[in-house]
């Protein structure tokens, strides 16, 4: 299967502060690859080198184009969506206004409507809470909303930080069920940031650890899964 995106000698940082060292890693086409670490390791600051958000240094490519340097407009119309840590919902706005924001760089303006009942099909409680303030939603509601935004892109890839962060176990299998079956039938690839190893792992194909901004270890999730530094360090058996 071919590589959607490489990185290669990625470095990032935030002022004088160097966050990531030299990382190289690939994403295979319909694939769903998890980053893994500790808080601080430098996952978010992965995701948001590869939309230009933070000053890098290194390779990116993206479905045979170098990406790196390019505007983070740019690399959305790519069909590259992020959904960043802590939801970026806006939240004074609807739902359903929230929806047609992740759709403003589409140029086929005449399928929206249609992607709308596909996105509420996924996540029918957006649809009950369309008119809704998206500040008065849950936070599982404000997750889903987070990602169904993104999805309106089209994306062939799609970036997710920390989709479990502060919800109840039970949201966060059902979103990443959802996730799992829009990879399957929609052939969106995803980069998928997240705290909770094992859950990460059971969703994802292949995983790179990162250790203080650096690749430490790499491969399919079930050989993971299997790394006794892993297993006591992240899964906690």
């Given amino acids: ?5 490489q990185v290669a000698g990625l470095h990032a940082a935030y002022g004088l502060t160097r966050v990531l060292h030299g990382i190289d890693f690939a994403l295979e086409e319909g694939s769903i690859t998890a980053l893994l670490g500790a808080n601080g390791a430098g996952k978010t600051t992965t995701l948001r080198a ?13 479905d045979g184009a170098r990406i790196d340097g390019r505007a983070t407009e740019d690399i959305v119309r790519l069909g590259i969506a992020h959904v960043p840590d802590g939801r ?3 939240t004074h706005l609807t739902t359903e206004e929230n929806l047609r924001l992740g759709a403003y760089v589409r140029r086929d303006k005449s399928s929206i409507a249609q992607d709308f009942e596909r996105i509420y099909g996924y996540f029918p409680r ?3 809470r369309r008119h809704q303030q998206a500040g008065t939603l849950s936070g599982g509601e404000q997750q889903m909303l987070a990602v169904s935004r993104a999805l309106m892109l089209r994306p062939k890839l799609l970036l997710l930080d920390e989709p479990s962060f502060g ?6 299998r059902e979103i990443f069920a959802i996730m799992r079956e829009i990879n399957k039938t929609e052939k969106v690839s995803i980069l998928l940031v997240e705290q909770n190893a094992a859950m ?5 194909d292949h995983a ?3 250790e203080t901004g650096r690749v430490v270890l790499s491969g399919t999730s079930e050989d993971i899964k299997k790394d006794e530094a892993v297993r006591r360090s992240y899964l906690g058996y």
């Fill in 50 to 62: 590869l939309c230009s958000m933070v000053k890098v240094e290194g390779e990116v490519h993206f």
């Fill in 126 to 128: 957006l649809k009950e």
């Fill in 167 to 172: 919800l109840a176990p039970l949201i966060v």
């Fill in 200 to 204: 990460a792992l059971d969703l994802a």
């Fill in 1 to 5: 299967m071919a590589a959607l995106l």
């Fill in 208 to 210: 790179y650890l990162i």
């Fill in 88 to 90: 970026g919902t806006f």
